[in-house]
Each structure stands twice: as structure tokens, then as C-alpha cells.
């Protein structure tokens, strides 16, 4: 047997050791530091409204129907949901999209809330995001007030045109009585109600006094604790739902789910947001009616 020196010996498995880890950096890059294993992905910078008091001369703003879809701010490169997932949303449908950060819905139309995120819930997008409209209502890192970022995504979309995507139309309310005539029209088609925007005002990231909501109703959230049995029509199928509010009060709701919801109700420990009108003195919601699963895009 051959005697080696012993300093060949240990150079030698320094040179394995260096060579082992100079392959494993080069198999696997290091991740930056949103796409750590196990982190959460950030927030989307958005606007977000307060409701209406009834106290703000709204005479002057600028008014939109409040669409019942799923938020989605373009970053430049991505769409990603309020709470920062990626979509996986079809190269053809982003095609000619600004570098310029937006923000819109994605929508399919009235009460189609649930039609649409199972369209997004697809692992792999197919014709069907065909169906659904990206509507812009801001350009956030565009210079100017509301108006001029407005302006900025029309005449990105005049020069690059997209068939899926259009900027939301705004209208000037007039007075109270035009905003409550505008909401009763919206209402009536199924809508959910109205937003307004203060003239040349910013885009500010979290809850603003410049972005306000109006709906005759209010919404709430609640956990799914067990499916109640139908009857008549809706025998072997969902009756009602028995809800659980944050403090514990329970009660059925047993209106606003449509013949697919009730065929496959939410399941029991999900959360669902409901529409009312003010409680009853028990702290049961007034004329609750189901809206939708709360989905954490």
C-alpha cells in the first residue's frame, strides 16, 4: 500500500468539499427575499374606501358602480390579488399592459362572483379567463390626481389596445339626490352599490376619506358551523347555513345562494360574508342574506 503525504491528503478533501458546495449554488440559486421558503407574499400597496356617513358633500365626485369581483393590481409585470398572490392568469390576457402599476377588477358581471373565482382557482388558466374583464379605476404611480392617472390608462389602452381590459366609467354626481338615484338604478341590476372618488385627489395606500363606498345594506363575516336540510324545492339539498358571528351569536341563512350553491354549500368552518340591515335586539342580523365565500386571494 502507498503512503501519501498528509497534507496531499487534506488538500484533497478541501477540494471535494469546495467542489460539493460550488455545484449546490449553482443547482439551486438563492431565493430573494419574497420568495423565501415559507414567507407570506406582501400586501398590494392599495386605496381602500370608507364608508359613506352621509356627513361628506359628495357634490362633485366622481361616481362608479362598486363591482362584485376580485381585486387585482398589475405591478408591471405580474397581476397580483390584495393580498399579493400571483394569478395565474393567461400571457394573452396581460398582453400590451403598461409598465405602470394599475389597479382594477377583475369581472365577469353581476352576481357571476362565484363563477369567477373558480375561473382564477384553475391551476392551469384555460379559454375561460376569455369571460372575464380587467376594469381599471387607478393608475397608482402616475403622476397627477385622479383624473390625469385616469387619463393615463385610457390613452395607454387608445395606443394598446387589450380586449379584455377597459377603464371603469366614472360619472360626476351631481347632489345627493343623483347619487341615490344612481345606486337604486345599480341596485336593481343586481349590483352591489357606488363608489366615490374625490376630484384631482391621490392614490394613498390603506383606508382613505377620498374613496368612499354607499350600499343600502351592510355586510358582515361569519364561520360556517353546520348545513341545515331543505324542504319543498330544496329538499335533499341545502336549506340554510347556521352561522357563527365573532361573538359567538348564531342564526340561519337561509336566502341569496343560488341552485349551484345549495347543490355544494360552503363547507362547515369556512368563512362567508352576508349582507343585513341592522340586528334585532337579540344582536341577530336583520334580513341576512348569503353573498359569497370569503376567498384569501
Not at 449546490?24 to 407570506?40: C, D, F, R, V
Not at 347619487?179 to 372618488?197: F, Y
Request: aromatic share 12%.
Amino acid at each position: 500500500m502507498k503512503k501519501y503525504d498528509i497534507g496531499f491528503i487534506a488538500g484533497m478533501r478541501l477540494f471535494v468539499i469546495a467542489s460539493v458546495f460550488s455545484f449546490s449554488a449553482l443547482a439551486t440559486p438563492a431565493l430573494s427575499t419574497s420568495q423565501k421558503a415559507g414567507s407570506e407574499p406582501q400586501k398590494a400597496p392599495v386605496m381602500l374606501a370608507h364608508r359613506w356617513d352621509q356627513k361628506v358633500d359628495i357634490k362633485g365626485w366622481w361616481m362608479s358602480e362598486k363591482l362584485d369581483g376580485v381585486r387585482g393590481y398589475w405591478t408591471g409585470k405580474e397581476m397580483i390579488s390584495r393580498s399579493g398572490k400571483p394569478f395565474r392568469i393567461p400571457t394573452w390576457f396581460t398582453q400590451n399592459f403598461p409598465s405602470n402599476p394599475l389597479d382594477g377588477e377583475l369581472w365577469i358581471g353581476r352576481r357571476q362572483f362565484s363563477k369567477l373565482v373558480g375561473i382564477i382557482h384553475r391551476k392551469l388558466p384555460n379559454a375561460e379567463w376569455e369571460k372575464v374583464r380587467y376594469l381599471i379605476f387607478d393608475a397608482p404611480l402616475t403622476e397627477g390626481g385622479f383624473e390625469k392617472r385616469l387619463d393615463f390608462a385610457r390613452r395607454w389602452l387608445r395606443q394598446h389596445p387589450n380586449p379584455y381590459t377597459e377603464v371603469l366609467k366614472q360619472e360626476i354626481c351631481v347632489d345627493e339626490t343623483h347619487l341615490q338615484k344612481k345606486l337604486r338604478e345599480i341596485e336593481s341590476l343586481g349590483g352591489e352599490g357606488v363608489m366615490l372618488r374625490k376630484p384631482v385627489s391621490p392614490y394613498t395606500i390603506g383606508r382613505s376619506d377620498d374613496l368612499l363606498k354607499v350600499k343600502t345594506y351592510r355586510d358582515a363575516e361569519a364561520r360556517v358551523i353546520k348545513h341545515l336540510p331543505g324542504s319543498g324545492k330544496h329538499a335533499r339539498r341545502l336549506g340554510a347555513l347556521l352561522v357563527e358571528l365573532p361573538n359567538e351569536i348564531q342564526f340561519a341563512i337561509g336566502t341569496g345562494f343560488s341552485d349551484q350553491e345549495r347543490e355544494n354549500p360552503p363547507p362547515v368552518g369556512s368563512i362567508i360574508t352576508f349582507k343585513y340591515y341592522g340586528f334585532h335586539p337579540s344582536g341577530i342580523p336583520r334580513f341576512a342574506s348569503f353573498l359569497r365565500v370569503r376567498e384569501d386571494f
